[in-house]
């Protein structure tokens, strides 16, 4: 027999349940949705088995027209003002063998957004730079806010070569207030707060950087003044190319688990 009162009750349990379980589910799918974020910005660890056609490696010709369409790009980014640099695998390219690396087939440059902006006002894709690039047979992406970039797009007889356009923002007060942990101990809070010396700091134009930020691993930005231009310029084979300062200082920040090891694409390894 059920009373009213056994009924209210169990419509309770079965409200509780239900928020525990749809809880639990939030945060099964966040975890894995963090480990593959995760695993995107470890240096080069895709997973084993999955190989994309994008990311196949580049054969000699499509190595020529790669280096020659990342130095249009930077040539055409400059003539507007603006300066960017080779970064992420291509730079690891440059520094290591003066060349792009074969299985790393979707080149990066990076930048502020202020150096864009400053000639672009506005980062839609109608812009006078992206106008130019588009002229230069490019196809420019909207600006992609989940990953921070714009896709640079070139058609090839063979393939498709996409050239990464990494867009950074100033995030100083961000950081300091997400790592005041290991700041707090610097200075007696019972003093006044001095004005401080700090370096400023530049983390990726993306909203998947801020959900995912939390993680030991993940990257936490890195210091401005790496992605400040004027940049030094290095040898791409045959082309100059702008590299960030201090040589692969940028690296350390932008794979923290394994910066320091040579690694290839599982692509590359079949
Ligand atoms: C690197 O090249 C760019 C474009 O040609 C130039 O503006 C910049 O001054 C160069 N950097 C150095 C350190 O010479
Ligand atoms: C670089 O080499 C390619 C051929 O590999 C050539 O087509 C291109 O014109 C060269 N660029 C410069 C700046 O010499």
Known sequence: MYTPLRTRWLRLTQMISGIFVTALLAILVWT???????????????EAGSCPD???????????????????????????????????????????????L????????????????????HLASTNEIFKSLHAAEFSV???????????????????????????????????????????ANDYP?????????????????????YVFNWAEDAYQGFPKF????????????NYSVSVPNDDFEMQKYVYPSDWWKEKSSVCCMQ
């Open 32 to 46: 894995y949705c963090r480990n593959a974020h995760i695993r995107t910005i470890r240096w080069y660890d895709t």
């Open 54 to 100: 994008s990311f196949l490696a580049l054969n000699s010709d499509e190595l020529a027209q790669a280096r020659r369409l990342l130095h249009v790009v930077l040539r055409t980014l400059q003539k507007h003002g603006v300066q960017a640099a080779l970064c992420h695998g291509s730079l690891w390219g440059v520094l290591r063998r003066g060349d792009l």
């Open 102 to 121: 074969p299985c790393d087939p979707q080149p990066d440059l990076c930048l502020l957004d202020s150096e864009l902006l400053k000639a672009a006002p």
């Open 141 to 183: 992406s909207e600006f992609d806010n989940w990953m921070g970039l714009h896709r640079l797009k070139f058609t090839l007889a063979t393939r498709e070569i996409q050239i990464n356009l990494r867009l950074f923002r100033d995030c100083t007060n961000f950081y300091y207030w997400s790592h005041r942990h290991q700041y």
């Open 189 to 209: 809070s019972y003093l006044p707060q001095p004005e401080p010396p700090r370096p400023r700091w530049a983390c990726p134009a993306a909203l998947s950087f």
């Open 226 to 237: 790496l992605l400040e231009p004027p940049f030094r310029n290095l040898t791409l084979v």
